[in-house]
């Protein structure tokens, strides 16, 4: 079996980390003084996802693995 995470579930998780990343923008609004440097927005939101699928759902690397 693929070691990749199921196409439904990484299409999901992506999606969800693009519209926490647009919220957090928005909510922002146009105050981004305290950011000198770039700063990838939606890696911090895939980042969060990604945690949060795992303490939900924490044995779905093993799942998807098929172990």
């Known amino acids: 079996m ?3 995470i ?7 998780m992506i999606n969800a980390a693009r519209d926490i990343t647009v919220a957090k923008i928005n909510a922002k609004g146009a ?3 305290g950011y ?3 700063f990838n927005w939606f890696s ?3 980042s969060e996802v990604r945690r ?3 303490e939900v759902i ?3 690397e093993r799942e998807v693995k098929g172990e």
């Open 52 to 54: 949060a699928v795992k």
């Open 36 to 38: 000198t440097g770039g």
């Open 6 to 12: 199921p196409e439904a579930v990484a299409v999901a």
């Open 58 to 60: 924490p044995d779905i």
């Open 2 to 4: 693929s070691n990749q």
């Open 44 to 46: 911090q939101s895939m």
């Open 31 to 33: 105050k981004f003084d």
